[in-house]
């Protein structure tokens, strides 16, 4: 529901996270520049979290979420599914973008208006003028699901950023460096967080650990990753 408050929490610093009291409304602030190229505006789609949940519920309804296949032969445990002019997908032949959907093979769902808004607007006021996604890879991780630590690198001008948008349950971010062997820092995402990764932390290392039960009044017992990306 628009306007709840999402629990105080306490794992991330310097944030002002969560009201006087448990329950109390929060002001969506930022930006905070959590690395260089890395930026934060926490609470940026939380008024709009009904609206993406609507246009995700129609995306979702034409490319149904999907447990993708990794080169290697093992089923990815984020389900996930895109909308866009092209979509990331991964099966035994590698990773890659398509202009279809291989499971129904229909082109993906257009990017719908309010995704492309929210998107330009963060990366606009993070520093990046310019910003026209063509696609919207959707994650959903249930309890249990995570994503190991990688780097993305599958689209071709690595100068455009890449925008998150966190719905849902809260998860721990693994936040590497630009080698594998880099320290890895832990950094909670929450419901309405949009963060957007250009320059020098474009293609960080990064991953989430695996998500721990709960539920929440926007998306159940789940959380849902909205990514978007100029990938051709
Ligand atoms: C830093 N998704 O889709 S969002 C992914 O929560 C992915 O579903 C995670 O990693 C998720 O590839 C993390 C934050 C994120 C997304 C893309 C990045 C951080 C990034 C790309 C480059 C650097
Ligand atoms: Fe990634």
């Keep these: 529901m628009a306007g709840a408050a999402p629990t105080p929490t306490p794992e991330n610093p310097a944030n002002g996270w969560g009201g006087l009291f448990p329950g109390s409304p929060v002001i969506p602030h930022g930006p905070w520049s959590v690395r260089e190229g890395a930026i934060l505006f926490m609470g940026m789609a939380l008024g709009r ?5 609507g246009a995700l519920g129609q995306i979702l309804a034409l490319a149904p979420f999907r447990h993708m296949e990794t080169p290697g032969g093992r089923r990815m445990s984020v389900a996930m599914s895109n909308c866009g002019t092209t979509g990331w997908i991964s099966d035994r032949r590698g990773y890659r973008y398509t ?33 026209h996604p063509d696609v919207c890879l959707v994650n959903g991780y249930r309890p249990g699901s995570g994503l190991s630590l990688h780097q993305d ?80």
């Design 49 to 53: 979290g009904d609206e993406l949940m």
């Design 99 to 131: 202009d279809r959907d291989p499971m129904t093979g229909h082109p993906w769902p257009p990017l719908p208006a309010i995704f492309r808004e929210l998107a330009e607007a963060a990366a606009d006021q993070a520093g990046f003028p310019g910003f």
């Design 153 to 232: 690198r599958d689209e071709r001008d690595g100068s455009a950023p890449i925008v998150s948008v966190s719905l849902g349950l809260p998860a721990t971010f693994l936040f590497g460096g630009i080698k594998r062997r880099d320290p890895v820092e832990h950094f909670r995402l929450h419901h309405g967080d949009v963060f957007v990764w250009g320059g020098a932390s474009r293609y960080v290392f990064h991953g989430i650990a695996r998500l721990a039960p709960g539920h929440h009044p926007v998306t159940g017992a789940q959380r849902i990753n909205l990514t978007f990306r100029q990938a051709l």
